[in-house]
């Protein structure tokens, strides 16, 4: 990367062990960091995962669930070319928000979530926790060949198990 690109940093997210094997060599600096991955295993329906559970946690995940419902939080699932740009500007700031308070610069950048749902409308989908009308969280997420790659989390408020409820359940039920 040369001087005249004015960019000052390159990251290379989650390449597999010969990717990253290269990168080194070129002389890359490689980052460690962790992943979850959910896989699903012929499940039909959430009801269905959650029968995989054991009882206690079963009734856990229930639990979780129903304290954002009684909190008043509804979910809309949103593709990428359904999404406003006001919309866009609001997810972007609970994004950058998420970022900020754990002391790091947000990325990436509203500019990139906005060229993403032009040119890739299909390939993102948003789970946009309202509450009383009002958008107060958002997991942005990434579709490839109808398996999402979950999620970027923001939210504008804090309610009890509204993360979890956002970034996987609304996913894994998605």
């Known amino acids: 990367m040369g001087a005249d690109e004015r ?39 959430f009801e269905d995962f959650l029968a995989s559970f054991t009882a206690p946690k079963r009734k856990k995940v229930r639990r979780e669930r129903r304290r954002v419902t ?3 939080i509804e979910f809309r699932t949103l593709r990428g070319g359904e999404i406003d740009r006001s919309l866009w500007q609001t997810l972007y700031g609970f994004h950058a928000d998420t970022f900020l308070r ?24 948003v789970q946009l926790a309202l509450h009383r009308s009002l958008p107060v ?32 359940h609304q996913g894994i039920e998605y």
């Open 7 to 45: 960019s000052s940093s390159l990251h290379v997210l989650f390449p597999d062990k010969a990717q990253a094997d290269e990168l080194s060599h070129q002389g890359f600096l490689l980052r460690r960091d962790c992943q979850f991955h959910w896989h699903n295993h012929g499940y039909r329906s």
């Open 70 to 72: 009684d909190a008043g």
């Open 102 to 125: 754990h002391g790091h610069t947000p990325y990436p950048s509203l500019g990139f979530f906005l060229e993403l749902a032009e040119r890739l409308p299909d390939n993102v989908v």
């Open 137 to 168: 969280a958002a997991a942005i997420c990434f579709s490839q060949r109808e398996h999402p790659l979950w999620p970027l989390l923001g939210a504008a408020r804090d309610f009890h198990s509204l993360h979890f409820e956002t970034c996987y």
